[in-house]
């Protein structure tokens, strides 16, 4: 039986492989050094422990945090309903109102109706053509009872990056918590807590090279001393935040890639910009009526969302299947409902034309990106022939 061939990969926003030197920091905690962190009366616990704290200290020094601000957790979605859910359920006293944006992932937008439901009311403010906030409506809905701003640092469909200083300045002039899902931003854009006044923020590590299953939380200690109710009881680990024996390999794995990433990420976003504009550049030689997305300037270096104009999206992806792309978010992608950040920014409707989101990576080369320029020119020209009227 022969092995099929898969797809070339271009899909680096739903998830990423785990990057070779975080893999071997991870393996023998699997097996050689299997003791528990919470074990404090033996060599084994201790050895796991240190390997804990050692993770800690890298992926906070990838956002200019306090290891004492990391709050390990499964990933990004637990991490956005701890903030968001936490937050809310600690401060009813100071206000039972959020504002967040239309276009914010499933896992924000989800628990905000949790919220609501519970009785507290909820803002989402809507977004440009570009995907971008406007800031004065920002202001506008920031009221005297707003606990909590959360935006996303990176749209993970259209690339779209927030100002985040600009917002997080103005959620604390108005005595507001400002949280980010950073799970697309983390590893790939300079994030600095202090200087972007963020309290609280949400990244994962399998969108930046390290494994699924493991995330963090930044919780800001000071300036102000941010208070979250856990959603998880048990066992009082993570200071109470989080219960729950930790996944000692994953958080291995997690902490590696986090420092990879702050050694390399300024050179490799300098390639990975590059791709994406010989992309971008590419099709647009070969084709006309090519639309991007988002906006262009703010946007994450290795991320372009277009659409086609004249073609239909499933019969586009169907039709490129030597190529591993997707239409939008990898969470959302069992539903045919139309995505919600494309209709936030107006770029759904009959004549809006198939759309692909392309996720460039670090093992993305010049030849793929013309593989894949080639293979989308022909296709797309292909199906505009098969809609004309005869």
Same mark, same amino acid.
């Given at each position: 039986?022969?092995?099929?061939?898969?797809?070339?990969?271009?899909d680096y926003h739903a998830?990423?492989?785990?990057?070779?030197?975080?893999?071997?920091?991870?393996?023998?905690?699997?097996?050689?050094?299997?003791?528990?962190?919470?074990?404090?009366?033996?060599?084994?616990?201790? $050895?796991?422990?240190?390997?804990?704290?050692?993770?800690?200290?890298?992926?906070a020094a990838l956002i200019?945090?306090?290891?004492?601000?990391?709050?390990?957790?499964?990933?990004?979605?637990?991490?956005?309903?701890?903030?968001?859910?936490?937050?809310?359920?600690?401060?009813?006293?100071?206000?039972?109102?959020?504002?967040?944006?239309?276009?914010?992932?499933?896992?924000?937008?989800?628990?905000?109706?949790?919220?609501?439901?519970?009785?507290?009311?909820?803002?989402?403010?809507?977004?440009?053509?570009?995907?971008?906030?406007?800031?004065?409506?920002?202001?506008?809905?920031?009221?005297?009872?707003?606990?909590?701003?959360?935006?996303?640092?990176?749209?993970?469909?259209?690339?779209?990056?927030?100002?985040l200083a600009e917002i997080?300045?103005?959620?604390?002039?108005?005595?507001?918590?400002?949280?980010?899902?950073?799970?697309?931003?983390?590893?790939?854009?300079?994030?600095?807590? $202090?200087?972007?006044?963020?309290?609280?923020?949400?990244?994962?590590?399998?969108?930046?090279?390290?494994?699924?299953?493991?995330?963090?939380?930044?919780?800001?200690?000071?300036?102000?001393?941010?208070?979250?109710?856990?959603?998880?009881?048990?066992?009082?680990?993570?200071?109470?935040?989080?219960?729950?024996?930790?996944?000692?390999?994953?958080?291995?794995?997690?902490?590696?890639?986090?420092?990879?990433?702050?050694?390399?990420?300024?050179?490799?976003?300098?390639?990975?910009?590059?791709?994406?504009?010989?992309?971008?550049?590419?099709?647009?030689?070969?084709?006309?009526?090519?639309?991007?997305?988002?906006?262009?300037?703010?946007?994450?270096?290795?991320?372009?969302?277009?659409?086609?104009?004249?073609?239909?999206? $499933?019969?586009?992806?169907?039709?490129?299947?030597?190529?591993?792309?997707?239409?939008?978010?990898?969470?959302?992608?069992?539903?045919?409902?139309?995505?919600?950040?494309?209709?936030?920014?107006?770029?759904?409707?009959?004549?809006?034309?198939?759309?692909?989101?392309?996720?460039?990576?670090?093992?993305?080369?010049?030849?793929?990106?013309?593989?894949?320029?080639?293979?989308?020119?022909?296709?797309?020209?292909?199906?505009?022939?098969?809609?004309?009227?005869?």
């Amino acid at each position: 039986m022969t092995t099929p061939v898969r797809p070339l990969y271009l899909d680096y926003h739903a998830t990423t492989p785990v990057d070779p030197r975080a893999l071997a920091e991870m393996l023998p905690f699997f097996s050689e050094r299997f003791g528990n962190p919470h074990s404090r009366q033996h060599a084994w616990g201790w $050895e796991a422990d240190k390997a804990v704290d050692a993770a800690r200290r890298r992926i906070a020094a990838l956002i200019n945090a306090n290891p004492a601000e990391v709050v390990f957790t499964s990933g990004a979605t637990e991490s956005n309903n701890l903030a968001i859910k936490g937050a809310a359920e600690r401060l009813p006293d100071r206000g039972r109102h959020v504002v967040t944006l239309v276009s914010e992932h499933k896992s924000v937008l989800d628990a905000c109706t949790r919220l609501e439901r519970s009785g507290f009311e909820v803002t989402r403010l809507a977004v440009g053509p570009d995907g971008l906030i406007d800031l004065d409506r920002l202001r506008a809905a920031i009221a005297p009872g707003t606990i909590l701003v959360s935006v996303m640092a990176a749209n993970n469909e259209i690339g779209t990056l927030q100002p985040l200083a600009e917002i997080g300045a103005m959620a604390h002039e108005r005595g507001a918590l400002f949280h980010t899902d950073a799970a697309q931003a983390a590893g790939k854009i300079p994030i600095d807590v $202090e200087a972007m006044r963020i309290d609280l923020l949400s990244l994962t590590g399998h969108k930046f090279y390290g494994p699924k299953g493991a995330g963090a939380l930044f919780v800001r200690r000071r300036n102000p001393k941010v208070s979250l109710a856990p959603q998880i009881d048990g066992g009082g680990q993570e200071n109470g935040l989080r219960s729950g024996t930790l996944n000692v390999p994953g958080i291995v794995g997690l902490g590696c890639a986090a420092e990879i990433c702050r050694v390399e990420m300024a050179d490799e976003s300098v390639r990975l910009r590059a791709l994406r504009d010989r992309l971008l550049g590419g099709l647009r030689s070969h084709l006309d009526d090519v639309r991007v997305n988002g906006s262009m300037d703010a946007r994450l270096p290795h991320n372009l969302h277009v659409s086609f104009g004249g073609v239909e999206g $499933e019969a586009l992806l169907m039709a490129l299947g030597d190529l591993a792309v997707s239409t939008g978010s990898a969470c959302s992608s069992g539903s045919h409902a139309p995505s919600h950040v494309l209709q936030a920014i107006g770029a759904v409707g009959p004549q809006a034309g198939a759309s692909i989101r392309f996720g460039l990576g670090r093992t993305t080369t010049a030849n793929e990106i013309d593989f894949a320029i080639d293979r989308v020119a022909a296709v797309v020209s292909a199906l505009r022939r098969q809609t004309v009227p005869s």
